[in-house]
């Protein structure tokens, strides 16, 4: 596996190592590489012949500079699961190699898709995840790009981004892994104290229940539901809960919809997301 740094050296790498044409799966990721990363990476191996990962925690992309310097940080982990996992090639740049001297986003107006759940919660979030996410596909030029399905508002933003800009990749939803407690998996979930991770199962446990709940309740009342029952929860502060469809991401109103249940809290110091498909 080799690592590169500068966003300059992949053309010459691809020309010197590799023969070209050769389809690229990528995964861009932020490090702190967990059991659900491997399963992108793995994934892109097999259905492409050379495999991208790119590590780098973009600054633009968090609303709180505390959040940013808490975000953790593991190179030498990372490069031994990514080359377990199938990786050919990880693109590790500097904050300077990605922005220059001043990391700056630009504005991501995809209407209500940029404007409800983590983007109300997180103002500039999609504008950094998409400021990079574009210069990362101008720099790999994948032909597939693999995003977990844990992100569910990412994707979504992603795959506006792809159609609007016209760029050439297709963007390979991932599902989201869980642990076998259920917890889905995240780079944050390593700052859990064990209380906390007790405590941050409800949100799955929640989820799940929704899921047998919806034979007696429209969406709208399920969704009433599930706020009231995670407000209860010990060690949750409830963000949001919010039932939409999935295209749109309009609240749910009725079962003949694609509806996926979406879920922020935060539990200790960590803000957690999770998210679960309730029809077919
Ligand atoms: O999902 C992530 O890890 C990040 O938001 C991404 C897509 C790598 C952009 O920084």
Known sequence: MLVFTRPDEWQKLRRAYFNTPASIGFVPTMGALHSGHSALIRRAAEENELCVVSIFVNPTQFDRSDDLLAYPRALSADLAAAEAAGCDLVFAPSIEGMYGSRPERSAADYGHLTETLEAAKRPGHFDGVVTIVRKLFKTVNPDKAYFGEKDF????????????????????????????????????????????????????HTLREMKSRKQHLDPRKLEKWA?????????????YVALVNENSFEPAQKWDEPVRALVAAKVGAVRLIDNEPLTD
């Open 153 to 204: 508002q990412q994707l979504a933003v992603v795959r506006e981004l792809v159609k609007r800009e016209k760029l050439p990749v297709r963007i390979m939803p991932c599902a989201l892994v869980r642990d076998a407690d259920g917890l889905a998996l995240s780079s944050r979930n390593v700052r859990l104290s064990p209380a906390d991770r007790q405590n941050a199962l409800a949100l799955w």
């Open 227 to 239: 706020q009231r029952h995670l407000e209860q929860q010990p060690g949750v502060e409830l963000e």
